[in-house]
C-alpha cells in the first residue's frame, strides 16, 4: 500500500437510523458534533434516514420516506405540469 493516503483517525462511531432507532456501532472518519451513550461509552454518533434496518430492499416493505416535504414538492410541481398540457 502506498505510504499517507489512508486515513489514521479511525475511531468507533456510532450510526443512527432516525426512521426505526436502530443502532450500529463501528469505525469511521466522520467528522460529528453529537454524541450518544452506548452500554456505558460516550461515542461520536451520526444520525441516517435509512439503513438496512430500514430500507426497503432489505425490508421487503415499500416505505415511503419523505424528507423536508421533497414528496410533496415533486406532487406539486408534477401537477402544475400536468395541467399545462
Given at each position: 500500500m502506498k505510504e499517507g493516503i489512508h486515513p489514521e483517525n479511525y475511531r468507533l462511531v456510532v450510526f443512527k437510523d432516525m426512521s426505526n432507532?436502530?443502532?450500529?456501532l463501528t469505525k469511521s472518519t466522520i467528522n460529528t458534533k453529537d454524541t450518544i451513550e452506548l452500554d456505558g461509552t460516550e461515542y461520536p454518533l451520526v444520525k441516517v434516514e435509512i439503513s438496512s434496518t430500514s430500507h426497503p430492499f432489505?425490508?421487503?416493505k415499500m416505505k415511503l420516506v419523505d424528507t423536508a416535504?421533497?414528496?410533496d414538492k415533486f406532487?406539486?410541481?408534477?401537477?402544475?405540469?400536468?395541467q399545462k398540457e
Open positions: 432507532g436502530e443502532t450500529f432489505y425490508t421487503g416535504g421533497r414528496v406532487r406539486s410541481r408534477y401537477a402544475k405540469h400536468a
